[in-house]
């Protein structure tokens, strides 16, 4: 039996254990059927249980492994910052203020279509006609009006804008208003929005589509951001298939093709995805060799006999910041510190519990690296009971449906059916969640932003 059947073996038994109460329900005696074998089963699996958490190499609760991460990145130190074109900085991070290059509007401009106008009314209208991006109109004298275009330059001594839908002319070309005109209606005057050096966002702002608008039309050709996050991925396993059917024991590759678009959707660069196999020279001249500033392997992180990742990290002299995480699935993921500004994450090589690690370990380092704020911590009500754990966390993807979470079904380790169709991750206690109990939930970051905004 592998490590990895081990800890399949382990999640059956632990749903096995709360299936038994959820049939009994809290505090109820055992039924006449359950035998005194059954009582030294369950006696036995309490002390296999106490003996794992006694034993030296600890396991890290869930909540602290993702502060780690963030204290890891952290300690990595302030990355310097890069000038990039505005077109480019989508998601990135503000390493200085944003402040005004100009004055918004940079002149007076006409907010509607219609008739600049001098003084009260009717008006004379002059033949000519003011446009957006021409220069500078002739002056109106009292009793004069000019037809303009929304964004025209107003011309001098303009007391308001009529709207188009709002003025009549009569027989003899003569504007009238037909409803009250105040003075400066429907004029944007420059500096309405903002002046010259006036902080528009501050330092860390993630830009979104809408702060790219306001930087283009502050004056900015390029801004100073925080690079992305370097990420190099290892994906190691000599059973794995690249094309075709599974076969003779071999198995298709889920994570090679879908971890690098998670990794960009988590902020990062790919800067290389390199398949090892269980090769541990070549996977310690890979990992050694690396200039990205997190590596990210795939299996290989429990202590079965092609379980390498430990090994290599004691040959570098890598500081294990993370041995095991008490959650499911995703339990034997590690964090270590290799450089002063290098990690590593070891995830598990089933592709659920891969995820799982993704969000425990990657995601709060990623963030932190790219000087993102975590995002503002939401729970809602579950439609349906979740079993859980006796002792660790577990991650269970869920569909948002209305006001509810729904538990999807296919959630074991290997199986990637359920979250395909998931919005969101629901972190469930030990013990499990009955229905309506509110539960943090963790979102699929294009199940937000989208995914063409994600994976720039």
Not at 49 to 56: C, I, Q, T, V
Not at 135 to 157: F, K
Not at 332 to 351: F, S
């Amino acid at each position: 039996m592998t490590a990895q059947d081990a800890e399949e073996l382990d999640v059956e038994e632990a749903l096995a254990v709360a299936n038994d109460r959820a049939v009994r329900g809290p505090g109820e005696p055992r039924s006449s059927r359950e035998t005194p074998t059954t009582e030294r089963a369950d006696a036995h699996r309490a002390d296999a249980h106490r003996a794992k958490d006694d034993s030296p190499h600890k396991a890290t609760s869930w909540p602290e492994a993702r502060a780690v991460a963030e204290r890891a990145a952290r300690s990595a130190g302030r990355r310097a910052p890069v000038s990039v074109t505005v077109d480019k900085a989508l998601g990135l991070v503000l390493a200085a203020p944003l402040t005004a290059l100009t004055d918004l509007p940079s002149f007076d401009t006409s907010a509607m279509d219609g008739w600049a106008v001098a003084g009260p009314g009717p008006w004379e209208v002059r033949a000519d006609g003011v446009l957006a991006g021409h220069s500078e109109p002739g002056r109106l004298t009292d009793g004069e009006a000019v037809r303009i275009a929304t964004g025209a330059r107003i011309p001098l001594d303009t007391t308001a804008v009529l709207r188009s839908e709002h003025g009549l002319t009569d027989d003899n070309g003569r504007l009238h208003p037909t409803r009250d005109l105040a003075h400066g209606q429907d004029i944007r005057p420059r500096g309405q929005e903002c002046r010259t050096g006036d902080q528009l966002l501050p330092l860390g702002t993630q830009i979104t589509p809408a702060a790219l608008g306001l930087a283009a039309a502050a004056g900015y050709d390029t801004l100073s951001v925080l690079p992305r996050p370097r990420v190099e991925l290892l994906v190691l396993g000599d059973e794995l298939l690249t094309d075709g059917l599974p076969r003779e024991g071999l198995i298709r590759d889920a994570l090679g093709p879908m971890l690098p678009s998670w990794l960009r959707a988590l902020g990062a660069e790919i800067t290389a995805v390199r398949r090892i196999g269980d090769d541990a020279d070549a996977l310690y001249r890979a990992v050694k060799k690396s200039s990205a500033d997190l590596v990210v392997t795939t299996g290989g992180t429990a202590a079965g006999p092609v379980d390498h990742v430990h090994p290599i990290l004691r040959r570098l002299g890598a500081e294990l910041l993370v041995d095991g995480v008490k959650v499911r699935p995703g339990h034997p993921m590690l964090l270590a510190r290799i450089k002063q500004d290098q990690h590593l994450v070891g995830l598990p090589g089933n592709p659920l519990a891969a995820v799982s690690g993704l969000f425990t370990l990657a995601e709060p380092l990623l963030r932190t690296l790219a000087g993102r704020a975590a995002p503002e911590p939401y729970a809602m009500p579950l439609r349906e009971a979740v079993h859980g754990h006796p002792y660790d966390t577990r991650l269970v993807p869920v569909a948002l449906r209305g006001d509810d979470a729904v538990p999807l079904h296919y959630n074991g380790p290997a199986m990637l059916r359920g979250i395909a169709t998931a919005d969101a991750l629901a972190v469930v206690p030990p013990g499990g969640a009955r229905p309506g109990q509110e539960l943090e939930l963790l979102d699929l970051p294009w199940a937000t932003a989208g995914i063409q905004v994600c994976f720039t």
